[in-house]
């Protein structure tokens, strides 16, 4: 029998960025639950869409899938337009997931010193973490305030949102490929100001039933890493390893169910430990 407490049965729930390593795991327990799960995603190539999530195991009447750049609002709504159509009401759920980073792979002109890092590297990471969640809570907020029916609203945040990089962890790059890797200041600028972005809309919405709360996880184990990477990281990590990949789905259930009711303007962190130390 499913806890009712825990339940998302039945809610419209949006993922921005739901192709990417975290975003499917979430799309894919939210459908799980008996949720109606829209993924907002820049490009949904039918091949991978149906490679993730393939056809004979995924009702697409309640798993639907837009083409949409939070960077450009009229996609936005283009796409919860063509969502309240087909599903006939406003989202109860949106989860700000989509976002960008720098990975130790990364190419030098990207991965400066602060007092060379590029502008307008600056300005396309924060307009893509920071400003698009800001549109997609707008967009989405003003449509769960209409229905008169409230919602949840859950961004994604990070540990470098919260602390500053340990650049340690990636000074190795300079004997290995020529040129130093410092972990950018743009995606910890941008993933700071998300945290007063949530307070602020869970003050601002919270008498209209709007609850807006922060999901923090920490570094997520990629086969694509290199092995000098994880084993820095996980040397400063109290629980001794990155996460899996859906290691978070638990945190997401809890955040959009009635589990969390009274809960807003939080930040939910799961890292492992990290920022304990």
Request: with cysteine; net charge negative; aromatic share 12%.
């Amino acid at each position: 029998m499913t806890d009712s407490l825990f339940s998302v049965e039945g809610k419209i729930c949006i993922v921005t960025g739901g192709l990417g390593q975290i975003g499917k795991n979430f799309v894919a327990e939210l459908y799980k639950r008996g949720a109606k799960v829209a993924v907002f995603s820049r490009h949904v190539p039918k091949e991978r869409t149906e490679e993730i999530f393939p056809p004979e195991q995924y009702d697409y009447e309640n798993l639907k899938f837009y083409a949409v750049d939070i960077n450009a609002k009229e996609t936005i709504e283009k796409a919860l337009d063509q969502m309240e159509e087909a599903w006939g009401d406003a989202p109860d759920v949106l989860v700000n997931n989509a976002g960008i980073d720098m990975q130790p792979s990364a190419p030098p002109e990207v991965t400066r010193p602060f007092e060379t890092f590029p502008e307008s590297v600056f300005r396309e990471v924060v307009d893509v973490n920071l400003v698009g969640t800001f549109l997609c809570c707008q967009a989405v907020g003003a449509r769960m305030i209409a229905a008169k029916k409230g919602g949840s609203i859950i961004n994604v945040g990070s540990i470098y949102g919260m602390l500053s990089p340990v650049q340690d962890i990636y000074a190795y790059q300079e004997e290995q490929r020529g040129f130093p890797f410092i972990k950018p200041v743009a995606y910890s600028a941008a993933k700071s100001g998300i945290y007063n972005l949530a307070r602020y809309l869970a003050t601002y919405w919270g008498r209209k039933g709007i609850r807006v709360n922060t999901l923090s996880p920490a570094g997520v184990w990629r086969d694509t890493q290199d092995a000098t990477f994880q084993a820095n990281f996980t040397a400063r990590m109290p629980m001794g390893r990155m996460s899996r990949e859906d290691e978070y789905n638990g945190a997401l259930i809890f955040l959009a169910s009635q589990a969390s009711s009274f809960m807003t303007g939080a930040n939910l962190v799961m890292d492992g430990g990290w920022t304990a130390w």
